[in-house]
């Protein structure tokens, strides 16, 4: 039994050596955090700042890159192509509609030019759009490049040696266990393995025995795979923009309205810059039938249209029903069901006895599409005798079709099937504008015609149903036949649809480990005193979390701890009984505390 002295002579000596470890373990756990810091860190190391000082023409290079390839400049292009993209999104663009380009150039004859010369009407293959794009992507991969050896370094090395003083830390125990040290500390190796932390023994000179582990590192992973998937999406940008194409094509049902995949059956069209209009696939389409199903309060329920197609050497024809979402997979291309519509079926019967009938696709203008649109006939009225047309006799008529006819003569459809069918037309005679050869829009009348006297109403405008007539008053005759359907179709090509799939799996997954994953590390020292060995254990967590603590006491009752009272305890206990035994456990959670960063 140790007497009074002695009892106190130990807690004084080791109360000085906690006074001085408090002194000391901020130093030391500052340097360990800095040596880690330093290890994950992409910002170049001081002696590495020192060799790119200088004013030479290097040294001034060296430090441009430094500055491209660092993150706040890739966020900064990154913010810079978003807010770019943007006119691209406000603003006509040629690639997708020039008709849109033109009538904005009507309606905004000063502000138009000022915007096509800055490219904002082709934003996406401008210049600037061009060097914001090549300057992100070099960016991410010059700053991504050194942290991936970096993080290769970090994985590859043996965690560090237990600080001299855990008590230091925020999260730590001290307490005594009853096994030798190196048993002690290999039971708290297995556990830690146990749950996945990559761990280190060692052996000292003074008997004691530390055990190291870490865990999260794939939370560096995954901002690695989030950052480096931004630069698959920008390469499958890049791929697609250059060897993809995409169209358009509005198709009328009926054998005799076929479509084959060449640029001048489109009605517009966008080819990637390493495409040419001989490298698209060869393959021909029709649309046999189309059907369409709606609520009773007239919102669609169900679109699809019944197609054949024809690839040459595949062997005759083949049917698919294409609907919305589900495309047609076609020698390498793929046709979307994007739009319908209603196309009347107009006759006309002109001066002569000679009748023309057209099928005119009507655009629609509201949820129960009601539709507007134009039938021309310039080879109307040409007399049979001389051959010769005169283009004041030529007729058009502008339309308004509805599916189903308002009961009180309203101007606007009532649902959007066929339930009661009607088209107003409005007659006019004279020049139609055709024969100018200057391109206008097939879905409406050349108002310039009409303002300039050219081409002049005739009579008032007239309902018809379908198999009605109208009498001109020269004797000419138009009827409504009955209605056919058109639909809109997308044909596109987009190589690197599976570049852009898998890189946002892989953004997602990577965005997911950085943000759930924590880097920590724990240690453990086992000193023999005699009865066993006494403990002392910390943990130190890279970003705090509240998990953390928990997480901390279940490794240390895992590896065996505490089964006793640690000495120091002991000793304290019997100079000022148990609330000095009390103080002594506690210790390292009181007001002395430092914390250590990793």
Not at 100 to 128: C, E, M, N, R
Not at 254 to 272: H, I, M, R, V
Not at 489 to 513: E, F, T, V, Y
Not at 574 to 598: H, I, V
Request: proline residues 6%.
């Amino acid at each position: 039994m140790a007497t009074t002295e002695e009892t106190e002579a130990v807690t004084d000596r080791a109360e000085q050596a906690r006074v001085g470890a408090r002194n000391r373990a901020p130093e030391q756990l500052a340097e360990a955090g800095r040596e880690d810091e330093n290890a994950l860190s992409s910002r170049p190391a001081a002696d590495s700042a020192r060799r790119v000082a200088g004013h030479g023409v290097l040294a001034t290079a060296r430090r441009w890159w430094r500055q491209l390839t660092s993150m706040r400049t890739a966020l900064l292009l990154l913010f810079l192509l978003a807010v770019a993209a943007a006119p691209g999104s406000l603003l006509p663009q040629y690639n997708l509609n020039s008709d849109k380009v033109d009538t904005y150039y009507q309606q905004h004859p000063t502000l138009a030019p000022i915007l096509d010369k800055a490219g904002l009407f082709d934003v996406f293959s401008s210049p600037w759009f061009a060097a914001i794009y090549l300057l992100l992507f070099v960016s991410l991969v010059g700053c991504l490049t050194p942290r991936i050896r970096v993080h290769v370094r970090a994985l590859r090395r043996t965690p560090p040696d237990a600080p001299r003083q855990l008590s230091r830390l925020r999260v730590h125990r001290e307490y005594g266990v009853e096994s030798e040290p190196a048993d002690a500390a290999k039971l708290a190796q297995k556990k830690l393995r146990g749950a996945r932390f990559r761990s280190a023994l060692r052996r000292h000179d003074d008997g004691s025995v530390t055990v190291s582990a870490e865990k999260g590192f794939l939370r560096e992973t995954g901002n690695l795979l989030f950052h480096f998937s931004l630069v698959a999406v920008l390469v499958g940008v890049a791929y697609g923009a250059g060897y993809g194409w995409h169209g358009g094509r509005l198709i009328m049902q009926g054998a005799d309205n076929g479509f084959c995949n060449t640029l001048q059956q489109y009605d517009e069209y966008s080819l990637g810059s390493r495409i040419k209009g001989s490298d698209l696939p060869p393959f021909c389409l029709t649309m046999t039938g189309f059907h369409a199903s709606f609520q009773a309060n007239g919102q669609p329920l169900h679109y699809s249209a019944d197609m054949t197609y024809e690839v040459p050497g595949q062997g005759g024809s083949h049917r698919y029903n294409l609907s919305v979402n589900h495309p047609l997979r076609i020698n390498g291309a793929s046709v979307y069901l994007v739009g319908n519509g209603y196309s009347p079926v107009i006759r006309y019967t002109d001066r002569y006895g000679r009748t023309q009938t057209t099928t005119a696709p009507f655009i629609p203008q509201d949820g129960n599409f009601t539709s507007n649109g134009v039938a021309l006939f310039p080879d109307a009225n040409v007399d049979p005798k001389t051959g010769k047309r005169n283009v004041d006799l030529q007729m058009a008529f502008q339309g308004v079709f509805f599916p189903t006819t308002a009961k009180k003569g309203g101007q606007a459809s009532t649902y959007p099937g066929l339930r009661d069918p009607g088209l107003m037309l409005f007659a006019y005679r004279g020049n139609t504008g055709t024969d100018a050869g200057i391109p206008h829009s097939v879905y409406t009348l050349d108002q310039s015609q009409i303002d300039n006297g050219q081409l002049k109403e005739v009579g008032k405008p007239r309902l018809l149903r379908p198999g009605q007539s109208w009498t001109l008053d020269d004797g000419t005759k138009v009827e409504f036949v009955g209605v056919k359907r058109w639909a809109t179709l997308q044909i596109r090509r987009d190589p690197a649809s599976r570049i852009m799939l898998i890189a946002g799996i892989a953004m997602l997954a990577g965005l997911l480990g950085s943000l759930s994953i924590r880097r920590r590390r724990i240690w453990f020292r086992f000193t023999p005193d005699g009865a066993g060995s006494a403990v002392s254990a910390g943990g130190l967590a890279r970003n705090e979390y509240s998990g953390f603590a928990d997480e901390f006491d279940r490794l240390v009752g895992a590896a065996g701890g505490p089964s006793r009272t640690p000495p120091a305890a002991d000793a304290a206990e019997a100079r000022s009984g148990p609330e000095g035994a009390t103080q002594a456990r506690s210790s390292a959670e009181g007001a002395t505390q430092a914390r250590g960063k990793d």
